[in-house]
């Protein structure tokens, strides 16, 4: 029995469940002490009940605790004075089996240990006081009987025992209960604070995560601000050209790009441009007529879209540029100024749309749209000087 409840003790984690198991094991290790006794000496047992009953009855009842303790500590706990009843047998089986020279004394304990436990210093004292009253009720009653002699110093030494243990354990108890509460409080105050540090953690991403937002702003911002100060001292469209090339792939990282323009005139995509330089390919190219039957690329053009080109069945209507974009992954964007078609910038993205981040994309427009006025404002600025040049002819 007592290795089942030892067993149970270690397996258990509720401090209330192991207290309960603690009480009953003390209860049965107090309890063969007794049988101990009982089999060393008959003479421990004074009293004229015979000592084979009380045993019996002391053995029966711990062992309905044992099996009933979990609905009994219940009951216990709706009503505390339910513990009376325990209180009351022990002080029956103390009178009856011998008072001072009882070898229940620490068996009678139990009930008054597990008050202390589970009901602090204020079980502890409730406990012992109302057994040291059944107590002495039912020794005077039994007296009434069959004359008991007690020598009184003893029964007052066995009192003040049992006032010093119980209210001991109570004290313990109630030191535990704090102990208890304060571990309570400081996991509650940890959970608090490891909640507390997600938080924190969450809005230092999150402020880290806008601040790189606010970063690449920044930078594309820097780049469209330097990229119109080039533009503005752009003396003719190739220089134009090359600074929005540049800042494609020397600031947004992009490693090649080529830009074409359309000609007023013809209506047709030329002029091209590219980076970095290739200048037998440049010559090889030929002008673009923009019209739908010219391929993919122009079409998306002629509705102002962009759209991403690799391995596309004739891209342009141009097998030398057409070859050029079939290496890799291509992104074109429309150069519109004003609902007009200005020109169109092709940018390479090795690895396809997965390796462009929406702030490239937004870049990306960025310098487009910027270029598209740059360039139509250079090209208007052009042709503006060459109309002024035939009116000054036709004049003279």
Not at 36 to 51: D, E, G, H
Not at 348 to 357: D, F, K
């Given at each position: ?65 044992t ?14 004075f ?54 002495l ?11 008991i ?70 930078h ?16 003719d469209?190739k ?5 929005v ?55 998306e ?15 342009v ?9 079939s290496?890799?992954?291509?992104l ?15 940018v ?10 929406d702030?490239?994309?937004?870049g ?7 270029a ?15 109309e ?9």
């Open positions: 029995m007592i290795r089942v409840l030892s067993d149970k003790i270690s397996k258990t984690s509720t401090p209330q469940t192991r207290i309960a198991l603690f009480l009953l094991a003390y209860r049965w290790i107090s309890l063969f002490i007794v049988i101990w006794l009982f089999q060393v000496t008959s003479t421990t047992f004074t009293a004229p009940v015979i000592p084979v009953t009380l045993l019996v009855t002391a053995i029966a009842i711990t062992c309905l605790i099996l009933f303790h979990q609905p009994l500590k219940r009951i216990i706990f709706e009503d505390p339910f513990l009376g009843v325990d209180i009351f047998s022990i002080a029956v089986i103390l009178t009856l089996s011998g008072v001072t020279q009882s070898p229940y004394t620490l068996y009678a304990l139990s009930p008054l240990l597990a008050a202390a436990f589970f009901f602090h210093m204020k079980g502890a004292l409730w406990a012992v006081g109302s057994f040291t009253f059944m107590y009720a039912t020794l005077f009653l039994a007296n009434q009987s069959y004359p002699s007690v020598e009184t110093h003893l029964l007052i030494n066995q009192l003040a025992g049992m006032w010093l243990v119980t209210i001991l354990f109570g004290s313990v108890s109630q030191l535990f209960q704090q102990l208890q509460n304060t571990h309570n409080q400081l996991a509650t105050a940890r959970d608090n604070l490891t909640r507390q540090n997600g938080e924190l953690a969450a809005a230092r991403d999150h402020l880290s995560q806008q601040n790189a937002e606010l970063a690449v702003a920044h594309q911002l820097e780049i469209i601000h330097d990229l119109t100060l080039m533009l503005q001292g752009a003396s469209i220089s134009a050209q090359q600074r090339l540049r800042a494609v792939t020397e600031e947004l990282g992009f490693s090649q790009a080529i830009v074409g323009l359309v000609s007023p005139a013809t209506a047709r995509l030329e002029h091209w441009q590219m980076r970095p330089a290739n200048d037998e390919m440049l010559s090889a190219l030929n002008p673009i007529a923009l019209t739908p039957s010219s391929g993919p690329v122009i079409q053009l002629l509705a102002h879209r962009g759209g991403w080109w690799f391995n596309e069945r004739p891209a209507a141009d097998e030398v540029l057409n070859e050029w974009l290496r890799s992954p291509w074109s964007l429309p150069l519109v100024l004003q609902e007009q078609i200005v020109g169109v910038l092709l390479t993205a090795e690895g396809g749309r997965e390796n462009l981040s702030d490239q994309i937004v990306l427009t960025a310098v487009a749209s910027q598209a006025v740059a360039l139509g404002t250079v090209d208007r600025v052009k042709q503006l000087a060459v002024q040049e035939r009116n000054r002819i036709a004049r003279d």
